[in-house]
Nanobody, 123 residues
Framework: QVQLVESGGGLVQAGGSLILSCAASGRTFSDYAMGWFRQAPEKEREFVGAINWSGRSLYYVDSVKGRFTISRDNAKNTVYLQMNSLKPEDTAVYYC????????????????WGQGTQVTVSS
């Protein structure tokens, strides 16, 4: 089992920045690829980006490329989502997820999920 806890969400004005953290426990963190997803009200959960176990392989959805950056610190068992130039359409609950394998972009590929953290971007 892998336990994931997100933090860092909040209310920010459009154009602002936030850093989300996801702390993992329970298994060897560096064995897992980590993904970030988000879910806006009345919408399906969507892929935001992912990072492989070493941090050398990254993938982002087009809508956040150039604005969001994922990183990880395997010594701290933590993955981060740096979000810059935030837009109102980025408003959602953000989830981190863990997968014992390579990067994936679909929710069903991830076995472990955090509880989510709310990000609200005001216009």
């Amino acid at each position: 089992q892998v336990q994931l806890v997100e933090s860092g969400g909040g209310l920010v004005q459009a154009g602002g920045s936030l850093i989300l953290s996801c702390a993992a426990s329970g298994r060897t963190f560096s064995d897992y690829a980590m993904g970030w997803f988000r879910q806006a009200p009345e919408k399906e959960r969507e892929f935001v980006g992912a990072i492989n176990w070493s941090g050398r392989s990254l993938y982002y959805v087009d809508s956040v490329k150039g604005r969001f950056t994922i990183s990880r610190d395997n010594a701290k068992n933590t993955v981060y989502l740096q979000m810059n130039s935030l837009k109102p359409e980025d408003t959602a609950v953000y989830y981190c997820a863990a997968r014992y394998d390579s990067i994936a972009t679909v929710t069903y590929a991830y076995a472990y999920w955090g509880q989510g953290t709310q990000v609200t971007v005001s216009s």
